[in-house]
């Protein structure tokens, strides 16, 4: 199968127009070519389609010119130091990355020097500086975020998206129509998806919040589900927290995620106790 017959197959899988996979990345008019296997579009609009797809861009070979590896090559360190928390050395990368020629695609680099300096922000609790960048980082592709719904995103987009649902006093309607995005995509892209659990932990915290406990314990059920699933423990405290803050006494956790919860906490504490390892022995049992 050719690159663009990929494509094909892969947007009319999904249900989507031409116009809307590519809105914002590039002209119709271009894409339609592309599809018809007439062009090369550039691997920077290539990656941000298939992310809208719900396909991770590492898994397609390309070969792209020594530009673009470039490019490539300094988003991979801008995103290890920000993993890091290096974020002086990230910043560091981020002049230099503005400083590359970007005389294609600019919007789209745009973009990415806009997320990432959003994360930084975020991470930092900077809620002015994050709200400024992760709105220009969704200007770059024409982003409405009070639309109803998110018809395709890519990552950076539904990064940028998370920012402002976490930060603003309005974020909730945000947060509702992403974990609509990803329930009804059934998104399998992972940078996505790992998002899942903290959006379902802010609204059960909304809720909880406003009275509303019983929705607050669903959602905090359906984080527990894809813990379990995905055998994964960030934000694992944090969910287990709010539970036993609602449930009290009725609190009754099994030992599956207790026992995540206890690894989990393995640097903070001396080392593996013999608990610990007991807990360990009859998670891996029960997985």
């Given at each position: 199968m050719t690159i663009d017959e990929y494509f094909v197959s892969l947007r009319k899988s999904r249900k989507l127009s031409q116009g809307e996979l590519c809105k914002g990345l590039c002209s119709v008019?271009?894409?339609?070519?592309?599809?018809?296997?007439?062009?090369?579009l550039d691997k920077i609009i290539i990656d941000r389609l298939l992310e809208r797809l719900g396909k991770n861009p590492s898994g397609l070979e390309f070969i792209g010119n020594d530009a673009e590896y470039q490019f490539e090559l300094?988003?991979?360190?801008?995103?290890?130091?920000?993993?890091?928390e290096d974020f002086s050395e990230a910043d560091n990368l981020l002049c230099k990355y503005e400083k590359l020629p970007l005389n294609k695609d600019i919007n789209l680099h745009i973009q990415y020097i806009c997320e990432k300096r959003a994360e930084i922000n975020y991470i930092e609790n900077n809620v002015s500086q994050t709200e400024l960048y992760a709105f220009k980082a969704?200007?770059?592709?024409?982003i409405n975020i009070d639309k109803s719904s998110y018809v395709v995103l890519s990552i950076l987009e539904f990064n940028a998206l998370f920012f402002l649902s976490a930060i603003r006093m309005d974020g909730f309607e945000i947060m509702k129509k992403l974990n609509k995005y990803i329930n009804d995509r059934s998104c399998k892209n992972e940078n996505?998806?790992?998002?899942?659990?903290?959006?379902?932990?802010?609204?059960?915290q909304y809720y909880h919040e406003h009275a509303r406990d019983n929705l607050a314990l669903a959602y905090l059920d359906s984080a527990?589900?894809?813990?379990?699933?995905?055998?994964i423990t960030e934000d694992l405290f944090k969910v287990l927290q709010l539970s036993r803050q609602i449930q009290g006494d009725k609190f009754n956790?099994?030992?599956?995620?207790?026992?995540?919860?206890?690894?989990?906490?393995?640097?903070?504490?001396?080392g593996f106790t013999e608990e610990i390892l007991k807990k360990w022995e009859s998670m891996l049992s029960q997985k």
């Amino acid at each position: 199968m050719t690159i663009d017959e990929y494509f094909v197959s892969l947007r009319k899988s999904r249900k989507l127009s031409q116009g809307e996979l590519c809105k914002g990345l590039c002209s119709v008019a271009q894409y339609c070519r592309f599809e018809r296997g007439q062009i090369i579009l550039d691997k920077i609009i290539i990656d941000r389609l298939l992310e809208r797809l719900g396909k991770n861009p590492s898994g397609l070979e390309f070969i792209g010119n020594d530009a673009e590896y470039q490019f490539e090559l300094l988003q991979e360190k801008i995103n290890s130091s920000i993993i890091n928390e290096d974020f002086s050395e990230a910043d560091n990368l981020l002049c230099k990355y503005e400083k590359l020629p970007l005389n294609k695609d600019i919007n789209l680099h745009i973009q990415y020097i806009c997320e990432k300096r959003a994360e930084i922000n975020y991470i930092e609790n900077n809620v002015s500086q994050t709200e400024l960048y992760a709105f220009k980082a969704l200007k770059c592709t024409k982003i409405n975020i009070d639309k109803s719904s998110y018809v395709v995103l890519s990552i950076l987009e539904f990064n940028a998206l998370f920012f402002l649902s976490a930060i603003r006093m309005d974020g909730f309607e945000i947060m509702k129509k992403l974990n609509k995005y990803i329930n009804d995509r059934s998104c399998k892209n992972e940078n996505i998806s790992k998002f899942s659990v903290k959006i379902k932990y802010y609204m059960a915290q909304y809720y909880h919040e406003h009275a509303r406990d019983n929705l607050a314990l669903a959602y905090l059920d359906s984080a527990k589900d894809f813990l379990r699933q995905e055998f994964i423990t960030e934000d694992l405290f944090k969910v287990l927290q709010l539970s036993r803050q609602i449930q009290g006494d009725k609190f009754n956790e099994d030992d599956i995620l207790t026992a995540a919860w206890l690894l989990s906490n393995y640097y903070q504490n001396d080392g593996f106790t013999e608990e610990i390892l007991k807990k360990w022995e009859s998670m891996l049992s029960q997985k």
